[in-house]
Nanobody, 115 residues
C-alpha cells in the first residue's frame, strides 16, 4: 500500500508562516489527486486544499489567499505553504492521496497558532 508521512507542523504566532510536507512511499504507481485536510477538537474534518496531478487546485474559503498547495510529482510529495496564520487554523493537518480509487491517509501533524 501507499504510506504518507506529514512533517512541518509546530507552534507559531498569529501572522506567522509554516510549510507542511507530505511524502508518499510504498506501492506507488500513479497518484492522482493529493489533498490536505484538518480537524480541530470538537469539529468535523474539513478539506483545506487539494491539487490534481495536472496541477488544478482548490481551497477552502477560509484559507483562500493565505495558503498555497503544490506538489512535486517526481518526488511524490505535496506541500502546503501557510501564511498569515490565525488561531482558527489550529488543528491536526492530514495528508490524503488517491490512487486507482483507493484513498490513503497520513498520521497527521499538529499546527498550533497562538494569539
Amino acid at each position: 500500500q501507499v504510506q504518507l508521512v506529514e512533517s512541518g507542523g509546530g507552534l507559531v504566532q498569529a501572522g506567522g508562516s509554516l510549510r507542511l510536507s507530505c511524502a508518499a512511499s510504498g506501492s506507488i504507481f500513479s497518484i492522482n489527486a493529493m489533498a490536505w485536510y484538518r480537524q480541530a477538537p470538537g469539529k468535523q474534518r474539513e478539506l483545506v486544499a487539494r491539487i490534481t496531478k495536472g496541477g488544478f487546485r482548490n481551497y477552502a474559503d477560509s484559507v483562500k489567499g493565505r495558503f498555497t498547495v503544490s506538489r512535486d510529482n517526481a518526488k511524490n510529495t505535496v506541500y502546503l505553504q501557510m501564511n498569515s496564520l490565525k488561531p482558527d487554523d489550529t488543528a491536526v493537518y492530514y495528508c490524503n492521496a488517491d490512487q486507482f480509487s483507493d484513498n490513503f491517509w497520513g498520521q497527521g501533524t499538529q499546527v498550533t497558532v497562538s494569539s
